[in-house]
């Protein structure tokens, strides 16, 4: 009982803090927040196969019952990919706060300068 | 019945990418070359295993002989055969068009252009969930690259905001395939299909929650509202080619709404029977309102062409919403035209641009205007659904597959309004871009015409045409595709049976 809360919570907890980050508006936010959501659904992966504990992940006579080794390969699978792609949006967020000189994730997305109709107007007058 | 040329479809881009990537680095000119005889090497095998599969027998192909519910399993059937088919042409005219002009922009135009492919023909082809959402994975690290290819600051803005989606859409994916296998202990789609109408009643909750929460994935990889608002961003600041191969990632999205719902969760799955059609027919429905609201709204011919993506892709959607079998048929009509149409609009909307990138204001004059305006013309005509060209049957169809649904009340109106709506909207466009006279005071530099997408555009036009006028061939070949969808028993039976006779011949 004690494990399973634990799990739970603490699968609630990464995802509720990963959640609050991604909302922000700074890019380094945003990036802790995804490692943070990745965190979550690693650990909620390895308790998708229930939660057995001092049993081999083979089916062994001699044993009583057994652990699914199947989940750890899909999260070692899920991690190298989360892994990957953090480095990605880092190098690229970095990238985009050297060549825009702020780490806002905002885009305008009509900006003053091409606003149309602005340009016509003018000249129409 | 196994083939083994299902996995080709997968294996050429693969290697052909890792040979560009490592042999042919510093060669621009040899990347073109070996990229271009790949994609029409993938076109060819399309072309090939579209014919076999229309005979109406699954194929499938086990990778690393591991009998099938174990290993990773490839299946063709029709469905997956149309959509390589697709994909082959599609990659085969973009891949043109790229040349000269946008590949050279960056590197490793052509290396991310066959990743892409790897991800696009994988996802289409496997008959694994978690493998589904690996070659989902595969799509999106090349897409990434594409769509920063060319670089600045605004294109690195937008590609934040998109990698950021996207990577909250795979840990969604995650956590719903991680639900699924909790309640039926299995990811294969075959299994998954024969075990979701046993669940027991305890586990259903569960099941129900992960089959829910791979909806809101595919919603976002297709633009469905409310996920749809990352779309006009991330490919309104890509290069022209690029959007045009993105047209067929939305349809990945509906490609696994179709799988999955008609599969694994369709008619007979018991207590969790069509479980997302209630939710995909009215958020198609607003998706194609938001999607027309768009195109009115839109200042740029770029964001025109996302909108109007999205307002193809709530049709779509309000098709596959319907479920039955000549929704389906007439969904995947729509599919292919509208594809088709997108990108040759994307690829349009690049040559209108002035300069660098793709952005336009409608001031701008082009210089082959009869040209162009010609193209734009029978693309509006295409995307609004106006005769005679394939979006009208497709629209025609659709509100046909209606008819018999009780959902007529809303399905129509939505369906002909927008229509008139998205007429006004291309017709205020096109007089803008063609019509009004360019305020700017000196005339755009005289440019070369751009033979490569002026013939690529042309191509497509001639695929849509011919799309119309074979329209009664294909349907013929798309109701028997829906009717296989219709009947999952002869999914299951055909890729658990390859488990069997493997056995036989292995002993």
């Known amino acids: ?125 | 019945m196994t083939n083994p040329w299902i996995i080709a479809p997968v294996a050429v881009p693969a290697m052909t990418a890792a040979f560009l990537v490592l042999a042919l680095r510093h060669s621009l000119a040899a990347q073109r070359v070996v990229s271009i005889a790949a994609t029409a090497l993938q076109l060819a095998v399309a072309i090939g295993l579209y014919i076999a599969a229309s005979d109406g027998e699954l194929r499938t192909y086990l990778l690393g002989n591991w009998p099938a519910p174990f290993g990773i399993v490839l299946v063709l059937d029709r469905l997956a055969a149309t959509m390589l088919l697709l994909t082959g042409l599609l990659a085969s005219g973009i891949v043109l068009a790229a040349l000269g002009e946008w590949d050279k922009r960056g590197r490793h135009f052509h290396a991310l252009f066959q990743f892409q492919l790897l991800g696009v023909n994988g996802a289409f082809l496997t008959g694994d969930l978690f493998n589904l959402f690996v070659f989902f994975e595969v799509l999106l690290i090349a897409s990434y690259g594409l769509m920063l290819h060319g670089g600045g600051p605004r294109r690195l803005v937008a590609g934040f905001h998109y990698i950021g989606i996207n990577l909250i859409g795979s840990t969604v994916f995650l956590f719903a395939a991680g639900l699924i296998y909790a309640a039926t202990g299995t990811l294969n789609m075959a299994d998954l299909a024969a075990k979701v109408p046993l669940v027991t009643e305890a586990n259903q909750p569960l099941l129900a929650a992960g089959a829910l929460l791979l909806l809101t994935v595919f919603a976002t990889k297709s633009a469905m509202v409310p996920l749809h608002w990352w779309l006009p961003t991330a490919y309104g600041s890509t290069s022209p080619p690029v959007a045009a191969m993105f047209a067929i990632m939305t349809k990945v999205g509906a490609y696994s709404l179709i799988r999955v719902y008609t599969l694994i969760f369709g008619a007979s799955a018991g207590p969790l029977a069509d479980i997302a059609a209630p939710w995909i027919l009215p958020a198609g429905i607003v998706t194609l309102v938001l999607g027309t609201i768009g195109v009115l709204a839109a200042r740029r011919v770029v964001d025109l062409v996302c909108y109007s993506l999205i307002a193809s892709m709530g049709t779509l959607l309000i098709a596959i919403g319907l479920t039955s079998e000549a929704a389906l048929a007439a969904a995947m009509y729509y599919a292919l035209q509208s594809t088709v149409a997108g990108a040759a609009l994307f690829l349009l909307a690049g040559l209108l641009a002035p300069e660098k990138d793709s952005r336009v204001s409608f001031a701008w004059r082009p210089q082959y205007a009869t040209l162009f305006a010609g193209f734009y013309f029978l693309l509006a005509i295409a995307t609004v659904g106006l005769p005679p060209l394939a979006g009208f049957i497709g629209k025609l169809l659709i509100l046909d597959a209606g008819r018999a649904a009780s959902a007529m009340a809303t399905v129509w109106p939505a369906i002909l309004i927008t229509s008139l709506l998205l007429t006004i909207g291309f017709t205020r466009t096109g007089m803008h871009i063609f019509w009004i006279p360019s305020p700017t005071p000196e005339e755009p530099a005289q440019r070369a015409v751009p033979i490569g997408p002026v013939a690529v555009i042309a191509g497509m036009i001639v695929v849509v045409a011919a799309l119309s006028l074979f329209a009664g061939a294909v349907m013929n070949d798309l109701t028997a595709m829906a009717e296989q969808l219709r009947s999952p028993q002869r999914y299951i039976t055909a890729v658990l049976r390859a488990q069997v006779t493997l056995n036989l011949t292995g002993e």
Do not use: H
């Open chain 1, 1 to 125: 009982m004690s494990m399973e809360f634990l799990m739970a919570t603490g699968v609630g907890a990464l995802t509720a803090v990963g959640l609050y980050l991604i909302l922000l508006r700074r890019t380094f936010p945003v990036v802790v927040g995804l490692s943070f959501l990745s965190y979550a659904v690693n650990v909620f992966l390895f308790t998708m196969g229930r939660l057995t504990i001092d049993r081999p992940p083979i089916i062994d006579a001699a044993q009583q019952g057994y652990t699914d080794p199947l989940p750890q390969a899909l999260v070692l699978t899920a991690i190298v990919i989360t892994f990957g792609m953090t480095a990605l949006i880092v190098v690229l967020s970095l990238r985009a706060f050297l060549e825009t000189g702020n780490d806002d994730v905002t885009l305008d997305v009509t900006p003053e300068d091409e606003a149309p109709g602005k340009d016509r107007t003018e000249a129409s007058r």
